[in-house]
């Protein structure tokens, strides 16, 4: 490998994030609790100057180095800005929540900011091994952040079952990549993408490369019938933790399964086409039908996620540019809904009690009018309710697979979604047509009240506006 001091630029900002969270590392164990602020300034501090130097360090051209294992496009540079915002919107949501259970500590944030990294690294991944390396330290950042709460049986065992089936998809997922590397005999997702499109590979090899790789991807993206972890991770996990794994992991994995299918297999779509529709249909079924079930939010929440990712899916296997584009705009309205939803939860909660039960959420308009119309922003946007964001997000993909003449599919999306609303209207007619269980006022410091306020309202803002942020998207995928 030829190394020359100009590759290093396109890797600042993953070069100033890991530094940050060893200087975090260092100086927090001297911090008393009084001062244990100074390590969520810091973070914070981090995101803003990583959000700065990735603006900064993007160019018309695609910059690709270290041999090609490392790629800074358009869609990177998107993907990892909107990232920047969702780790600092949930750094926000965290430290009261946290110093109620006697759980702030540095390693929160440092390990927020390692799951960061590892997410940045494979958001630009252009081989198997910067993917798998991405991969590996997102998710072991994933997996301490979910066993955080020690005194926790049910985050104990969360974090375990996360870990262990973590484990065997990673193990697909790198047999998967073994042999492409033994087709293609190249670790460059390129050259595999010219090796396939050369006829060269074995059909049956590929095939069962393909398999793998497609079953590592749904498994981090959540998709069924991979999705067993999900609800009880979402419930076990703390919800300060809940809020930062449902958001930027998820536009990493979007990242990931473009990499991976797109660049790297993108002469096999047809294949995966045909494995993507599957999941996305079983998806859209399970997810929604099975929320209705729920009388706990934040389980609720899980399986709406779920069907939230067969959207994603559904703009990828379109396969055609303006698919990737929406599903690029899908991914990142989701994340920017998650936070908000997530972020209540945690407004609602406080020191000895967990607001993660819808009848924890009845009468709310009695007690707070304001949050209880954020909640109704929310819910109407991830129901697909004009003129909130997620509406146009839903409109994107289905016209997308209309244009791809899958017009059947977009028929199944449309009507999932309608079954899907019904979970979303049920917390809005709790909050606004029954009696408060609890009369207690909700308290909440500045700072949190603004954010949780301002996320919201941005659904509604590019609701009504979604052109800028949509042209944002094609002109991502277009690069």
């Given at each position: 490998m030829n190394f020359e001091m100009s590759q290093l630029l396109p890797v600042l900002p993953e070069v100033f994030v890991l530094a940050m969270a060893c200087a975090i590392l260092l100086i927090d164990p001297f911090l008393s609790e009084a001062r244990r602020s100074v390590s969520f300034v810091l973070a914070l501090g981090t995101l803003a100057g990583a959000f700065l130097l990735t603006?900064?360090?993007?160019?018309?051209?695609?910059?690709?180095?270290?041999?090609?294992f490392f790629v800074l496009d358009g869609m990177a540079v998107l993907l990892k800005l909107a990232s920047y915002i969702a780790v600092a919107v949930a750094f926000i949501y965290a430290p009261t929540y946290l110093r109620e259970r006697e759980m702030l500590r540095g390693e929160y944030?440092?390990?927020?900011?390692?799951?960061?990294?590892?997410?940045?690294?494979?958001?630009?991944?252009?081989?198997?091994?910067?993917?798998?390396?991405?991969?590996?330290l997102m998710s072991l950042s994933l997996y301490a952040m979910v066993a955080m709460q020690?005194?926790?049986?049910?985050?104990?065992?969360?974090?375990?079952?996360?870990?262990?089936?973590?484990?065997?998809?990673?193990?697909?997922?790198?047999?998967?990549?073994?042999?492409?590397y033994g087709i293609s005999g190249s670790l460059d997702l390129g050259e595999i993408h010219a090796a396939i499109a050369a006829g060269t590979a074995q059909p049956l090899v590929l095939s069962f490369a393909l398999v793998f790789i497609v079953i590592?991807?749904?498994?981090?993206?959540?998709?069924?019938?991979?999705?067993?972890?999900?609800?009880?991770?979402?419930?076990?996990?703390?919800?300060?933790?809940?809020v930062y794994m449902s958001t930027a992991p998820k536009l990493a994995a979007f990242a990931m399964l473009m990499r991976l299918l797109v660049d790297g297999l993108g002469g096999l779509h047809s294949d995966w086409q045909e494995i993507l529709i599957m999941l996305s249909v079983l998806s859209l079924a399970v997810g929604n039908i099975i929320a209705i079930a729920q009388t706990n939010l934040k389980r609720m929440l899980a399986y709406s996620a779920i069907s939230h990712v067969a959207f994603m899916l559904l703009g990828v296997l379109a396969g055609t540019e303006e698919g990737y584009a929406s599903g690029l705009f899908y991914a990142v309205s989701y994340a920017l809904m998650s936070l908000a939803s997530f972020g209540l939860v945690i407004f609602m909660s406080r020191s000895g009690f967990e607001a993660d039960a819808l009848d924890d959420y009845r009468g709310l308009n009695e007690r707070s009018p304001w949050h209880a119309?954020?909640?109704l922003v929310v819910m109407f946007s991830m129901a697909g309710v004009p003129p909130f964001l997620g509406f146009w997000s839903k409109l994107f993909v289905i016209q997308?697979?209309?244009?791809?003449?899958?017009?059947?599919?977009?028929?199944?999306?449309?009507?999932?979604?309608?079954?899907?609303?019904?979970?979303?209207?049920?917390?809005?007619?709790?909050?606004?047509?029954?009696?408060?269980?609890?009369?207690?006022?909700?308290?909440?410091?500045?700072?949190?009240?603004?954010?949780?306020s301002a996320n919201a309202l941005a659904m509604f803002a590019l609701g009504i506006l979604p052109g800028p942020l949509m042209a944002l998207c094609v002109a991502a995928m277009a690069g």
């Open positions: 603006l900064g360090l993007h160019g018309e051209a695609d910059q690709i180095v270290f041999s090609g944030f440092v390990l927020g900011l390692l799951g960061l990294l590892g997410m940045m690294v494979l958001i630009s991944a252009h081989s198997l091994l910067t993917v798998y390396l991405g991969l590996e020690r005194d926790s049986v049910v985050a104990s065992e969360a974090a375990m079952k996360y870990f262990v089936l973590g484990a065997m998809a990673s193990a697909m997922l790198l047999y998967g990549m073994s042999m492409l590592g991807v749904a498994f981090k993206l959540g998709a069924v019938p991979f999705h067993m972890w999900v609800p009880d991770v979402y419930h076990g996990a703390p919800t300060a933790v809940t119309f954020l909640m997308a697979l209309v244009q791809a003449d899958l017009v059947w599919l977009a028929v199944a999306a449309v009507v999932f979604s309608v079954i899907g609303a019904f979970y979303y209207l049920r917390l809005v007619k709790l909050m606004y047509f029954d009696k408060p269980v609890e009369t207690a006022p909700l308290e909440a410091n500045w700072g949190m009240r603004f954010t949780i």
